[in-house]
């Protein structure tokens, strides 16, 4: 049993209001993905990660030099393409079926090597396998057509989904295949099978940079632990 990192990382980035694709923008001195790899190349359980690139992709190379890991242009139309797409390279460079995948965002710069630890930890045992995710903390209010709170959602029950999320290759190849491609993450392909992946409490700075202003905010972090 090994463990295997897959981060898709074939998005455009258009909610992110950037001139090239947002994985590529720098960030404290290195681009966002650079980040991400350094962060999971600290991990010692992992045997190795392999990123999906958009087959078109011209930039991985000089963003992250000396890159260690594998790379594949097979990213697809929608994350859950990419993902199973990255899937399938895993396998054809020897992963067996049983190993455990962590997929993580490329956007999720942030990510420290004792997260990824912890949730090893967490769900290495598990049947299923599991995420990071953080409970909600706000307030939260269903809305009408007119932009007016219907009613107020009880928040005790309710996390946010983060990544890593960690399954065995096999079951999540599976359920992504069962699942098409309106699934945002690989647990809820997983929940649709019947089953429920292991909630594993994380830090709120596992923000994913999705929206222009969340730019200024990671790199404000990123300089902060370099200090
Ligand atoms: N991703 C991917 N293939 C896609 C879409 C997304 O590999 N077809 C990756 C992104 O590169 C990102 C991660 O999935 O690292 C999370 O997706 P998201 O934050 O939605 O990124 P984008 O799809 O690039 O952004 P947007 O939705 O704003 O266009
Ligand atoms: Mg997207």
């Known amino acids: 049993e090994r463990f295997f990192a897959l981060v898709p990382a074939a998005g455009s980035g258009s909610r992110a209001g950037q001139p090239i694709p947002k994985q590529y923008v720098e960030l404290a001195g290195r681009s966002l993905i650079a980040h991400t790899l350094a962060a999971l190349a600290a991990v010692p359980e992992l045997a190795q990660t392999l990123v999906v690139l958009a087959p078109e992709d011209a930039r991985f190379a000089a963003a992250v030099p000396g890159f260690a890991g594998?790379?594949?242009?097979c990213g697809g139309a929608t994350r859950a393409a990419s993902v199973r797409a990255g899937l399938q390279a895993l396998r054809e460079r020897g992963a067996g079926e049983q190993d455990w995948v962590l997929v993580h965002d490329a956007a999720r710069c942030l990510l420290r090597p004792e997260w990824v630890?912890?949730?090893?930890?967490?769900?290495?045992?598990?049947?299923?396998?599991?995420?990071?995710?953080?409970?909600?903390?706000?307030?939260?209010?269903?809305?009408?057509?007119?932009?007016r709170v219907q009613h107020t959602q009880d928040r005790r029950e309710l996390w946010a989904a983060q990544t890593p999320q960690m399954f065995r290759l096999g079951l999540l190849a599976h359920a992504l295949d069962a699942a098409g491609e309106a699934v945002t993450d690989e647990a809820s392909a997983i929940e649709q099978l019947g089953l429920a992946p292991r909630l594993v409490r994380a830090p709120l700075d596992n923000f994913k940079l999705t929206l222009p202003e969340d730019f200024a905010l990671a790199e404000l972090i990123l300089r902060s632990r370099q200090a």
Do not use: F
């Open 70 to 73: 594998w790379s594949a242009r």
């Open 117 to 147: 630890q912890g949730l090893i930890e967490a769900c290495r045992a598990d049947a299923v396998g599991g995420l990071l995710a953080q409970p909600v903390a706000d307030t939260l209010k269903r809305a009408d057509a007119q932009g």
